[in-house]
């Protein structure tokens, strides 16, 4: 068990995500950021679903109870186990006893800690991603506790990665969508050529910006949407939905993010520049 002495401003269990009921208004969830969870998974032999924590701008504490091998990664955060420092994307075995601290947020928004086997929370519909309307737990708490099995021997063949960084980065790909047709060649400029700032509003369930463009006057059916579908509304609001978005929606979807861009989107925080390109 891995005990939370501290839980941190917001910090989940996540995998590669709930598949097949968004039919029935189920989002996806699973990590924000795919990319750094496929890394961690990577240097510790895990098959690709493994649950690890996702830890979102400040950390927790938190105590081993069992041996195993952990790996961290994301954002970049002032990180101990047992009060020395350790790096991301590195291997590091820890003991029964030993307590891992987050402190200080340097760069990105959303850390990732890794676990050996991954963690052993309930699966819900296929996942073990936290989604509170179905697993009735949105995040961690303290005092409570996250299973996991015990490694005591492992030989990493890699131990240490070279991850090229995905943080701070302002571009975001994008594709077109199924309303891309309907934008003026006004608001095609005005996408493309301006930079935007991420507002205050933005979680696992969508990103907004501070600026606008022109809106549109289009009606149209509820359709069905993706994580990194772009959305325009009436007054102009560029709205991406995240990993924990609504499966259907009733505004314009005007673009689509690539996968690589819904990690880079999700370590960007209030204030930081974005510009999109289209591929």
Not at 23 to 32: E, R, T, W
């Amino acid at each position: 068990m891995l005990n939370i002495i501290k839980s941190g401003f917001f910090t989940t269990v996540q995998d590669t995500g709930r598949f097949g009921f968004r039919d029935k208004g189920v989002p996806v969830a699973g990590a924000m950021d795919s990319y750094t969870v496929s890394k961690l998974n990577s240097l510790l032999e895990n098959v690709e679903d493994c649950a690890v924590l996702e830890i979102t701008m400040t950390g927790p504490k938190l105590e081993f109870e069992l041996d195993t091998y952990i790996v961290t990664g994301g954002a970049e955060m002032s990180v101990t186990l047992n009060d020395l420092a350790i790096e991301n994307y590195k291997v590091y075995k820890v003991k029964s006893g030993d307590v891992l601290s987050y402190g200080k947020l340097i760069k990105g928004f959303r850390a990732y800690l890794g676990i050996k086997d991954g963690f052993r929370t309930a699966s819900v519909l296929g996942s073990r991603s936290f989604y509170k309307p179905i697993t009735e737990q949105d995040c961690i708490k303290k005092m409570s506790g996250l299973p996991y099995t015990e490694c005591k021997m492992f030989g990493p063949k890699i131990s240490k990665l070279k991850v090229d960084s995905i943080l701070n980065k302002g571009q975001l790909e994008v594709y077109k969508g199924p309303e891309y047709e309907l934008l003026t060649d006004k608001q095609l400029a005005q996408i493309f050529y301006k930079e935007f700032s991420v507002a205050n509003e933005n979680n696992r369930m969508a990103y907004q910006f501070n600026e606008t463009i022109e809106g549109n006057t289009f009606s149209m059916l509820t359709s069905a949407t993706l994580p990194g579908t772009i959305q325009l509304t009436p007054a102009g609001k560029l709205i991406i939905l995240m990993k924990d978005g609504q499966t259907t929606g009733g505004y314009p979807r005007i673009l689509q993010l690539s996968d690589m861009a819904i990690s880079i989107l999700s370590q960007n925080k209030s204030g930081d520049l974005i510009h999109f390109k289209l591929k």
